[in-house]
């Protein structure tokens, strides 16, 4: 059962031959009926239910039920078979093609065999009289069954190639579409992306940091240059280190305050980024490198403030509250002696009032100073 299920996906690869192909199996045929002085001679091949007529002469039909084919018993075998009187053969003195209208009586055919062994068909030359084959005729459909095979195999094969390379080329559309738009965004960014290879060197990189890279070294960066050559010497061996541990497979990120005292001082974000292949060995890293000055000019800034809040809050606890804390003392003295007069009362309410606004200051300051920052970069 699984050898015919074989079979049968063989039969499927030649069913749909091309007509230039068809061309060449006619002559075949009419070769063959001509060489086997036959009236007919069939190449067919032998689906599940059907044989099917692939090309032919002196027949119009082009298909026949396969429990009526005498090519069941050709394909069971390697050689040319012949039954010269089929109704003298008890195999095929009942079938249809013998008894009915066409009245077939004589038989030979030699199976169509493919590369990988198997019997997908026949070449077979019919008449309407029983008879034989001499050895040359015999030899000749051998022969001429192995130039049908060979036409239809190398058929199948150009089939199979022109679709592959079809399939290529819609692959190649795809990456190179694909390319150009991660290309794109890759270009886009300002941020500086380079690929780097386990040896440190360049892999690829993107147009913002060949950019950035021949601003600093007035050279353009090459695949294959080391990445060494364009990092800052004062930092240097942090990177040699960071990028060993993302070898080991480890994300790093950290700032870095690059090209101190140059016009080309800035604070970068570097991210490192171990980079894996399909088998999950790592094969380089990706290092990121984000221009973070601003944000860390604004962190500045904001320190800055907040010292001064600072400042501001040790005055307004210490400084403002010092005559306050005296007048509520002295008011309390008063109290205690009994000391009375007219704007005594007007007084301790607005010294009391002065007290309470001093202290909601405080708390507000120590509250603003103690509060996480949030910085926009």
Known sequence: MDRELQRLEAVDRFKQPDPAITTD???????????????????SLLDKDTQ????????????????TAFCNDTIEQDGVIIVPDLCA????????????DTKVRFYAGAPLTTKDGYHIGSLCVVDFQARDLDDHQRNTLK?????????????????????KNEEQKKHKKILEESEIKLN???????????????????????QPASNYLYNIYKQRVAVGDRILSYV????????????????????????????????????????LVPIKNNEGGIIGVALNSVDVTKRKQQE????????????????????LRRPVASLLGLMHLMKLEEVDFGYFNIMEI????????IRIIVEDSEKTINAPLSIVA
């Open 25 to 43: 199996l006619n002559d075949i045929v009419n070769l063959a009926a001509q060489i086997c002085n036959a009236p007919i001679a069939i190449i």
């Open 350 to 357: 607005t010294v009391n009032e002065l007290d309470e606004k």
């Open 143 to 163: 022969v001429l069954s192995r130039q049908v095979i060979n036409l239809m195999e190398l058929n199948w094969s150009l089939k199979v190639l022109a679709e």
């Open 232 to 271: 800052d010497q004062k930092v240097k061996n942090h990177f040699v280190k960071y990028f060993a541990i993302a070898l080991k497979g480890k994300t790093i990120k950290h700032e870095l305050l690059l090209r101190a005292g140059t016009e080309f001082e800035c604070w970068r974000e570097i991210k």
């Open 300 to 319: 500045k800034q904001i320190s800055i403030q907040t010292e001064a809040l600072t400042r501001i809050a040790i005055i307004q606890s210490h400084e």
């Open 89 to 100: 053969d008890d195999r095929y003195k009942n079938n249809p093609l013998v008894t009915g």
């Open 52 to 67: 099917w007529f692939k090309a032919a002469t002196g027949t119009e039909i082009t298909q026949t039920p396969r429990e």
């Open 184 to 206: 794109a965004v890759f270009n886009s960014t300002a941020d500086l992306h380079v690929l780097v290879g386990k040896d440190l060197d360049i892999l690829a990189f993107n």
